[in-house]
Structure formats: structure tokens, C-alpha cells
């Protein structure tokens, strides 16, 4: 299977502590999104990168959290001192700039802070 | 900025009868809208979507249709099956990363 892949796919931190997500998504695309999704909502909009570029930030991203794509191929998103509203489904989508691809998403990370 | 509304929030129909779903949108300018679905612990999937110089979509069972003047579009489900039972996400854009989503609509096919 060649879709976007996302580990770990469960988490359990005490508050206070710091996360780390990987994101590896489809090898031929070029931008890597960060999305956050809470029960019964739509995925909102976190930050995206085109190849190691971060582009566009959120105004939900605050300083603790902050994502690299070194090398422009997987991607981690890192929160620091977990508070219990971080709690929520971290969904990573990828797509190709230019050829009208549609944003694939991997089956996420959902973390929940205690 | 764009608002997309989603109705219904729940719908339930029995199998083998058709599902739709409508999204209205408020910002004349966006130019793509795909619609996702979500199984329990995974990930949204997209499933069809359209873009603005195009009316109507279909794709086997599934098609969208498009009323750019209104601003709405809506999802067509025929002969439901079990396995199309799911949370349903429509999104609106201009560029992938400013997908607007809607509330979802969870669907409940009767069996």
C-alpha cells in the first residue's frame, strides 16, 4: 500500500508532556499537510509544507506546536507541553502541486492527554 | 472569509434507496469541491469531487452536482448499501490547503 502513512496511530501522554508524530506520505507528492480533527467536526486546517518549505501556518498552530519536513519527504509534528485540549484525531494529507490531484489523508494519530 | 453549511447532520434511509446531501458555500470565488468519506478510526477518503467549469459528476453509484449561481452542491448515494453506512465530509476551495469543510453527515443505511 502506497498511501499516506501515520504513526503512531494511538497516543497517551500526561499533560505536561511533549508528542511526536511522523508523517510519511505518498512519495511522489510534493506538499504535506497537517490537519487536526476533534469528535464530530471536520478537519481544521494546521500547516502545510511544499517540498521542505513551510508555507502557511494556522492561527490554531500556537508555539507549542511546531512541524519540519527536513528533506521534503516524511514529516513530524511536535506539540510541547500537552495541555488535555490538544486531545484530538492529527490527520496528515499529501498532494501533488499541478496536477490537479486531489489531498489524500492517512488514518491519523489520535492522541489523548490525561 | 467562506462558510460551508452541511445538512442534514444525520440521515438515515433504508438499503437500497438513495441518499443526498446538500453543502452550501458563500464565497463565489472557490472553484473546487470534493466530498470525503470517513469510516471509524481512519481517515477521511475522497470520493468524488467537481470542479467549477463542470455541472455534474458521477462515478457508478455516486454523483455530485453542481449550482454555482445558488452556491450549493449536493451528493447523490444510489442503491445504498451497509458498507456506505459513514460520516460524509463536503469541502470547499480554491487551493488544497484552504479546503473549508463542513460538519459532516453521518449516514445510517437500515438494513
Known amino acids: 500500500d502506497t498511501g499516506v502513512s501515520q504513526n503512531p496511530r494511538h497516543k497517551i501522554t500526561k499533560r505536561g508532556q511533549n508528542v511526536t508524530f511522523r508523517c510519511d506520505p505518498i512519495s511522489e507528492h510534493n506538499r504535506l499537510y497537517w490537519y487536526r480533527q476533534t469528535l464530530g467536526q471536520g478537519p481544521e486546517f494546521l500547516t502545510y509544507f511544499q517540498n521542505e518549505a513551510q508555507l502557511e501556518k494556522s492561527r490554531l498552530l500556537s508555539d507549542r506546536f511546531s512541524a519540519e519536513r527536513p528533506k521534503g519527504s516524511f514529516s513530524t509534528l511536535e506539540i510541547q507541553r500537552t495541555e488535555q485540549g490538544d486531545s484530538a484525531m492529527y490527520l496528515c494529507?499529501?498532494?501533488?502541486?499541478?496536477?490537479?490531484?486531489?489531498?489524500?489523508f492517512g488514518n491519523g494519530t489520535r492522541l489523548t492527554v490525561t | 472569509g467562506e462558510n460551508v453549511e452541511q445538512h442534514p447532520s444525520t440521515l438515515s434511509v433504508q438499503e437500497g434507496d438513495s441518499a443526498v446531501i446538500k453543502c452550501t458555500y458563500s464565497d463565489s470565488a472557490s472553484n473546487y469541491f470534493p466530498w470525503y468519506k470517513q469510516e471509524l478510526g481512519k481517515g477521511p477518503q475522497l470520493i468524488i469531487d467537481?470542479?467549477?467549469n463542470v455541472g455534474e459528476k458521477k462515478d457508478q453509484r455516486i454523483a455530485v452536482t453542481l449550482n454555482k449561481t445558488a452556491k450549493h452542491f449536493s451528493l447523490h448515494i444510489t442503491e445504498t448499501q451497509p458498507e456506505d453506512s459513514a460520516v460524509y465530509f463536503c469541502a470547499v476551495s480554491r487551493e488544497a490547503y484552504q479546503l473549508i469543510w463542513g460538519a459532516g453527515t453521518k449516514l445510517i443505511i437500515k438494513p
Open positions: 467537481i470542479r467549477s
Open positions: 494529507a499529501s498532494d501533488f502541486l499541478g496536477g490537479n490531484s486531489p489531498l489524500h
